[in-house]
């Protein structure tokens, strides 16, 4: 009887590494392997399109060198970026979650590198629909990407912006509108994005530093970066680039 | 008899007065002049010593490097593959106008470095997958 009962444990327990053994080698495949995890991000992240890259190591084909993944269009925090990247070195993935519920989960990684890029047109449209959230009309801003500074263009009715603001101006600066130039740099820390004014021109006047700083400080942090669920990253470093603002983490 | 101080301390008060008001006239002629569309260009970059500039450049070639993979994950064969998106221009270096280095090793990593550090009084002046490594 007891023996028995080991042979029993020892099929059952072949029985299960076996199946185990069966989902490896089922996923393992690199293009499944891509196809699966595209699918499992699918389920969880609203994008145009996903787009998966697995390295194995040559020594040992099991082990994944580096992963990544590449999501087009992708909602995170207003803002809808270009296109978010994000890399893992070494990655080790829960294979049977994967198989069997279609979740993407990683159980370890020794690097992520995350990559976000916003174009002129995702950064005007975030503009258009903070303009459409508050209501306000005519208002006509237009940027340009100069490394290492975002030009910004502008011609704003005075009813348009906050009242306070419109009173502290309006101290300074005469007109039914605002129109002028903003030369501004971009900062990230813990996903909190701000802008920093290096110059600005408001109805021909050049704006002193110290008025400038008081704006600043209440307009700043102006948007906060979410993660997507499934990656879990902090943004600290923006770059303004030709035709790119790149975001890193 | 106090008619004389008193006259004195107006014609200072007067003229403190005079010349507070021409400063600030001045101060707003000078906001005013630096304002209106010629002057809608960003502010100048700071000069940068040689080894700044180089530094400076290695880091904006390698972020343009993780631009170019944030799209196309893999590195670009050359740096060339770089202009226009993701830098307006290839940059040299400073000292002998020779362009930087460029390694992609393997499918997840890459190096620009300079000709020469001995140039900069380094061993080592790159940068690696993003890191700028400076010895």
């Given at each position: 009887?007891?023996?028995?009962?080991?042979i029993r444990?020892?099929?059952l327990?072949?029985?299960f590494?076996?199946?185990?053994?069966l989902?490896a080698?089922q996923?393992?495949?690199?293009?499944?392997?891509?196809?699966?995890i595209?699918?499992?991000?699918?389920?969880?992240?609203n994008?145009?399109?996903i787009k998966?890259k697995?390295?194995?190591?040559?020594?040992?084909?099991?082990?994944?060198?580096n992963?990544?993944?590449r999501?087009?269009?992708?909602n995170?925090?207003?803002?809808?970026?270009?296109?978010?990247?994000?890399?893992?070195n070494?990655?080790?993935?829960?294979?049977?979650?994967?198989?069997n519920?279609?979740?993407?989960?990683f159980?370890s990684?020794?690097?992520?590198?995350?990559?976000?890029l916003?174009?002129?047109?995702?950064?005007?449209?975030?503009?258009?629909?903070?303009?459409?959230?508050?209501?306000?009309?005519?208002?006509?801003?237009?940027?340009?990407?100069?490394?290492?500074?975002?030009?910004?263009?502008?011609d704003?009715?005075?009813?348009?912006?906050?009242?306070?603001?419109?009173?502290?101006?309006?101290?300074f600066?005469?007109?039914d509108?605002?129109e002028?130039?903003?030369?501004f740099?971009?900062?990230?820390?813990?996903s909190?994005?701000s802008?920093?004014?290096?110059?600005?021109i408001?109805?021909?006047?050049?704006?002193?530093?110290?008025?400038?700083s008081?704006?600043?400080?209440k307009f700043?942090?102006?948007e906060?970066?979410?993660?997507?669920?499934i990656f879990?990253?902090?943004?600290n470093?923006?770059?303004?680039?030709?035709?790119?603002?790149?975001?890193?983490n | 008899?106090?008619?004389?101080?008193?006259?004195?301390?107006?014609?200072?008060?007067?003229?403190a007065?005079?010349i507070?008001?021409i400063?600030?006239?001045?101060?707003?002629?000078?906001l005013?002049s630096q304002?209106?569309q010629?002057?809608y260009?960003p502010?100048k970059?700071?000069?940068?010593?040689?080894e700044?500039q180089?530094?400076?450049?290695?880091m904006?070639?390698?972020?343009?490097?993780?631009?170019?993979?944030?799209?196309n994950?893999s590195y670009?064969?050359?740096?060339?593959?770089l202009?226009?998106d993701?830098?307006?221009k290839l940059p040299t270096?400073?000292?002998t106008?020779?362009?930087?280095?460029?390694?992609?090793?393997a499918d997840t990593?890459?190096?620009v470095?300079?000709?020469?550090?001995q140039?900069?009084?380094?061993?080592?002046?790159?940068?690696?997958?993003?890191?700028?490594?400076?010895?």
């Amino acid at each position: 009887m007891v023996n028995l009962l080991k042979i029993r444990s020892y099929f059952l327990l072949i029985l299960f590494f076996g199946e185990m053994s069966l989902y490896a080698f089922q996923v393992t495949n690199k293009e499944d392997l891509e196809k699966t995890i595209g699918k499992a991000i699918a389920r969880e992240i609203n994008c145009k399109e996903i787009k998966v890259k697995i390295n194995f190591d040559s020594n040992i084909p099991s082990k994944i060198n580096n992963l990544a993944v590449r999501m087009d269009g992708v909602n995170i925090g207003g803002i809808i970026a270009d296109y978010i990247t994000i890399q893992y070195n070494n990655p080790s993935l829960d294979y049977k979650n994967l198989k069997n519920q279609g979740k993407l989960k990683f159980l370890s990684y020794s690097d992520q590198k995350v990559n976000v890029l916003l174009s002129i047109n995702s950064l005007q449209n975030y503009l258009s629909l903070k303009e459409k959230e508050f209501g306000k009309k005519n208002v006509n801003i237009r940027l340009k990407f100069s490394p290492p500074f975002i030009e910004c263009f502008y011609d704003v009715p005075q009813k348009e912006i906050a009242s306070e603001t419109a009173q502290i101006i309006s101290k300074f600066i005469p007109g039914d509108k605002l129109e002028g130039y903003a030369a501004f740099t971009l900062h990230a820390k813990k996903s909190e994005l701000s802008a920093h004014s290096s110059k600005v021109i408001l109805n021909h006047f050049l704006i002193p530093g110290s008025i400038l700083s008081t704006f600043e400080n209440k307009f700043n942090p102006f948007e906060k970066i979410s993660a997507i669920n499934i990656f879990n990253f902090e943004i600290n470093n923006v770059v303004v680039q030709s035709k790119y603002v790149l975001l890193t983490n | 008899m106090n008619s004389k101080p008193k006259k004195r301390f107006y014609k200072y008060l007067l003229s403190a007065i005079g010349i507070i008001l021409i400063c600030v006239l001045g101060f707003i002629a000078y906001l005013y002049s630096q304002g209106g569309q010629k002057n809608y260009t960003p502010p100048k970059a700071e000069e940068k010593t040689n080894e700044g500039q180089v530094v400076s450049d290695l880091m904006d070639i390698s972020h343009a490097i993780e631009s170019y993979y944030a799209i196309n994950l893999s590195y670009p064969p050359s740096l060339k593959n770089l202009v226009p998106d993701f830098i307006g221009k290839l940059p040299t270096e400073p000292l002998t106008n020779s362009d930087y280095i460029y390694k992609a090793l393997a499918d997840t990593a890459f190096e620009v470095s300079v000709q020469n550090p001995q140039n900069y009084n380094l061993k080592e002046l790159r940068v690696r997958n993003g890191k700028l490594i400076k010895n």
